[in-house]
């Protein structure tokens, strides 16, 4: 139901477009699993472990991030208005 208010379409063609995605999308997964699996060893690939074996390669990947400046006046890195305490 919810996804038919929020969305315009129900489950069946929620499950058709996943299924699609997965399908266009697993020989890319089989690729990352293996390139894993030889750089770091096959238990890499254990449910528990996978999390600890990719552990800081996204950050190697991604550019840096650059802070975003305060978009209103600020005092010490907080919005100006948060400087005066809770509203009343």
Known sequence: MQVSTA???GKVRLFEILDD???KTRPIMVAARKALAEAK???ALEPHN???A???DTEKVMPKATPTPCLTPCVDGLPLYAA???LP
């Open 54 to 56: 990719l552990a800081g």
């Open 7 to 9: 969305e315009g379409f």
């Open 84 to 86: 005066f305490g809770p």
């Open 21 to 23: 995605l997965e399908t």
């Open 41 to 43: 060893g096959a238990a």
């Open 50 to 52: 996978i999390s600890y």
